[in-house]
């Protein structure tokens, strides 16, 4: 038999028809799998709780299948002591009562959690605000002689003024209330206010109470929603919103204080004011902390030393100091971002579970259309966008990193993972809080406090030396030494950097510029983000201002008896080295207005600069030319009256 003959047949799975078959099964499967695949792409993956995702895993919802964000923002921010003694919002609710209009449901709940029993809650001090009194007051049915010539008085006080037109188009009565509450806000006397006797005798006792529970070492406001399926976003916080109005009564009295003469009883309303707000600085919400710096704001705008007729003692000014620096430490910005990342993932997690926001969340808070209507089609990995969130909120708080704007790139329509890191990026810009406009809040008030200090510094200065301090010293031969600002180091707590510095050789010596970088924080704003040792703090230097060229301190008594609000230190927008003692403002530069002139009065804050008062009080000046005011007269102390 030959060698063909001899080989095997070939078997049926060997046929050229079966080897198109088998590649038609792998091609079927191939395309099985890649359809799969890309259908996967396409399907949302549930939420799970976890650490990564949902930040904390307890408590849950009764279902057992959500976090209850709500309990969990309770119990992470309630002290232990809030229903005790120690919470002086206890005391302020029992002794005061709720929030005007306040339901039951709500007041039913704060007693609770404040361990109250709003059966027995008894009120006993009403407390009403000073604004709201004198509305009451010029819209009752009669209105006599007197209070038309008082409000004609004020009118020709503060008038003209930028406001004039708007008040005129809004009426008189509208007009009338805005000069009333205006000179509120200077020290005044029962014969300057002759219907504010009764207010102070129906809120004296009120006010006690909140100095009193401000000294306390908490101040904690419960948290309330009306129903217990209602989410963060529909939280009500209304107690909070009224601490506003008690600054307001707090500084109307210490203003009646400084007006009469008791100085030590307006040191007490200012600190409890500065107190109040410290406390509620460090509530659970971003609004807190707003809430708190404009209540800090308040108490920053009185002055002690406001009434030329009743000067505060060295004494009285060194216990305010004293005060300051026992106030409880200012809120930090990490504090707040809790409650603003449990928002965020409780909607994350509504929209996780339902595929669209509850009606109720949806009055509060609304996603851009095309965004919602896509993330009802397309397929999202949950945990992804949950814990890319986090990632964001993270990077803000560590960081102070906001995010990127996402970009549409061809990658969203076949990758989930990519769809939902894009989709959280959305999302992120949407919850993230203004980063820019919060921080510019906490360093304008810290920038505020800074100003203050200067302002009593100086007139520490002037109960020890009878003038304020030169804006420079000058040497036997006429060249400049040291500024003022080295002249008040023992004024502000930095007594052992005044004694390294040689007071007879000039400021930039070879041994003084070692000094240069020195750390003097109270001359620095935080707005400004200055090098060590550089500072935009400055006295306005003029024959005519609180400080003369002569090299010689000038007494606040050459000053006339509308100088109670002369300018005595501003913002500049150029810096300079804080022992500089050429980087002061011109006299001319300063008049032409605010942020008009670089070497004139400006800062980096948005739309104004802040300027320190002869009275103590630090006033926020907005941004225009000096025709619009009288910016000359509060430079040379000859106007009573800050815009």
Wanted: hydrophobic share 40%.
């Amino acid at each position: 038999m030959s060698q063909q003959d001899a080989k095997p047949a070939e078997v049926d799975g060997d046929q050229p028809g079966s080897t198109r078959s088998r590649l038609g099964w792998y091609l079927l499967l191939v395309f099985l799998l890649v359809a799969s695949l890309i259908g996967s792409q396409f399907i949302s993956a549930p939420l799970r709780i976890a650490r990564e995702t949902t930040y904390v895993t307890q408590p849950l919802t009764p279902d057992g299948e959500r976090v209850d964000y709500f309990a969990a923002i309770e119990r992470e921010f309630y002290p232990a002591n809030l229903a005790t003694e120690e919470n002086g919002y206890r005391l302020i609710f029992q002794r005061l009562g709720p929030a005007p209009d306040a339901p039951a449901w709500q007041i039913d709940q704060i007693c609770e959690k404040l361990g109250l029993d709003p059966v027995q809650l008894r009120p006993d001090v009403k407390f009403e605000e000073p604004d709201t009194f004198l509305r009451a007051y010029l819209h009752r049915p009669e209105f006599s002689e007197a209070d038309a010539q008082l409000i004609d008085q004020l009118r020709a006080r503060y008038r003209p003024s930028a406001l004039d037109a708007q008040l005129e188009d809004e009426g008189p009565a509208v007009d009338a209330e805005e000069l009333l509450s205006e000179r509120l806000r200077a020290p005044w006397t029962g014969d300057d206010l002759p219907m504010m006797a009764q207010w102070l005798e129906q809120n004296n006792a009120a006010l006690d109470v909140l100095t009193e529970a401000v000294a306390k070492s908490t101040l904690a406001i419960p948290l309330v929603r009306e129903d217990a399926g209602h989410t963060l976003i529909e939280m009500l916080w209304p107690e909070m919103q009224r601490t506003r109005s008690f600054a307001r009564g707090l500084a109307a009295r210490a203003n009646y204080r400084i007006g009469t003469g008791d100085l030590d009883g307006a040191i007490n309303d200012v600190i409890a004011c500065k107190r109040l707000g410290r406390h509620v600085g460090h509530g659970v919400t971003i609004v807190d902390l707003l809430v708190g710096i404009a209540v800090e704001g308040i108490a920053d705008s009185i002055g002690l030393a406001g009434s030329l007729d009743h000067p505060p003692t060295r004494d009285q000014l060194q216990r305010l100091v004293g005060a300051w620096d026992e106030l409880p430490p200012r809120s930090s910005f990490a504090e707040h971002m809790l409650l603003e990342r449990f928002t965020a993932l409780e909607i994350i997690q509504s929209l996780a579970h339902d595929g669209e926001l509850s009606a109720s969340v949806g009055v509060w808070f609304r996603l851009p259309m095309g965004l919602e209507r896509a993330m009802g089609v397309i397929g999202l990995n949950w945990n992804l966008v949950a814990h890319r969130i986090n990632a964001h909120y993270d990077a803000l708080v560590n960081h102070r990193a906001a995010p990127i704007t996402p970009r549409l790139h061809a990658k969203l329509l076949v990758s989930r993972a990519a769809r939902s890191e894009f989709v959280a990026d959305e999302l992120a810009a949407l919850f993230l809080p203004a980063l820019d406009a919060i921080q510019e809040a906490v360093h304008r008030c810290e920038c505020a406090e800074n100003m203050k200090r200067i302002a009593v510094a100086m007139l520490l200065y002037e109960r020890d030396h009878g003038t304020l301090p030169p804006p420079w010293t000058v040497s036997a031969d006429g060249t400049r030494l040291h500024s003022w600002r080295t002249l008040l180091l023992p004024y502000l707590g930095q007594q052992e950097l005044y004694g390294k510095i040689r007071l007879d050789e000039p400021w930039d010596s070879e041994h003084n510029r070692t000094l240069h970088e020195a750390a003097v924080a109270c001359y620095q704003c935080p707005s400004a983000e200055l090098g060590p040792g550089r500072t935009t703090y400055a006295v306005v230097v003029g024959p005519q201002t609180a400080f003369n060229s002569s090299g010689q301190g000038r007494s606040l008594n050459a000053f006339g008896p509308q100088s109670g609000n002369m300018i005595v230190v501003v913002e500049r927008r150029a810096d300079v080295c804080w022992m500089d003692p050429a980087g002061d403002a011109n006299f001319e530069e300063a008049r032409a207005g605010v942020n008009v002139s670089a070497a004139g009065i400006g800062s980096q804050h948005p739309g104004g600069a802040q300027v320190g008062l002869r009275s103590a009080a630090v006033q926020y000046l907005p941004s225009q030319s000096s025709d619009k005011w009288d910016l000359q007269g509060l430079l040379d102390g000859t106007s009573d009256r800050v815009p």
